[in-house]
């Protein structure tokens, strides 16, 4: 019984010390990092000073507009300290933002919700070339990830020019179209409920 209990004790203080790696992959909006949930609870877990994070991310960030979701990766260091790097929007914030739509499509490669020109392309693999992770690609291979990323978004990518009239057009008919299976989603959600 005796060395039941010790291989007990032994157990929990082994369990105890879970170490967790010591790098950390998160999207924080722009100029908005705050000790609150869910950032403060995940940084304080890890050792990080969370004030003191909020503050060195939103000084760096500063020059962003508020709420544009920024990449961030946190290296913590044994001493606590830590190193933060922060990457360019995400191809997908681009995307949306430069088809003029909120969100991408819920069906992939069966709804167009959006189009973009292959102006838009090479402009966005401009950006996203300052990555560190994409230094090593050619913008010719950025390129291709891009229209990649944009067929499953539900973005069209257009030779040429787009009419702006003809695009204005295009635009509406699919935020009623999106609004309307956003409706279908809430009134499944809804039926769901109350069968529980």
């Known amino acids: 019984m005796s060395k039941a209990v010790s291989r007990l004790r032994m157990a929990k203080?082994?369990?105890?010390k879970v170490i967790h790696g010591p790098k950390m992959r998160m999207t924080v909006p722009a100029g908005m990092a705050t000790p609150g949930?869910?950032?403060?609870?995940?940084?304080g877990q890890r050792g990080v000073?969370?004030?003191q994070f909020c503050k060195e991310f939103n000084?760096?960030?500063?020059?962003?507009?508020?709420?544009?979701?920024?990449?961030?990766?946190?290296t913590v260091h044994p001493d606590r300290s830590f190193s933060i790097e922060i990457t360019q929007?995400?191809?997908t914030y681009f995307l949306k933002q430069a088809a003029g739509i909120p969100r991408?499509?819920?069906f992939p490669g069966r709804d167009i919700v959006g189009k973009v020109t292959l102006k838009h392309i090479y402009e966005i693999a401009m950006i996203k070339s300052q990555d560190r992770a994409n230094q090593l690609c050619t913008l010719e291979e950025?390129?291709?990830?891009i229209i990649g990323t944009a067929r499953t978004v539900g973005i069209e990518v257009v030779k040429g020019d787009l009419?702006?009239?003809e695009h204005g057009e295009f635009l509406e008919r699919t935020r009623e179209f999106v609004e309307k299976q956003l409706q279908e989603l809430r009134e499944q959600r809804e039926a769901k409920v109350l069968r529980t």
């Open 13 to 16: 203080k082994t369990g105890e």
């Open 37 to 43: 949930p869910p950032l403060g609870p995940v940084l």
């Open 49 to 51: 000073n969370v004030a």
């Open 59 to 74: 000084e760096r960030t500063q020059d962003i507009k508020e709420m544009i979701p920024i990449p961030t990766r946190v």
């Open 89 to 91: 929007p995400p191809v």
């Open 104 to 106: 991408g499509t819920m």
């Open 142 to 145: 950025l390129c291709k990830r």
């Open 163 to 165: 009419d702006p009239k």
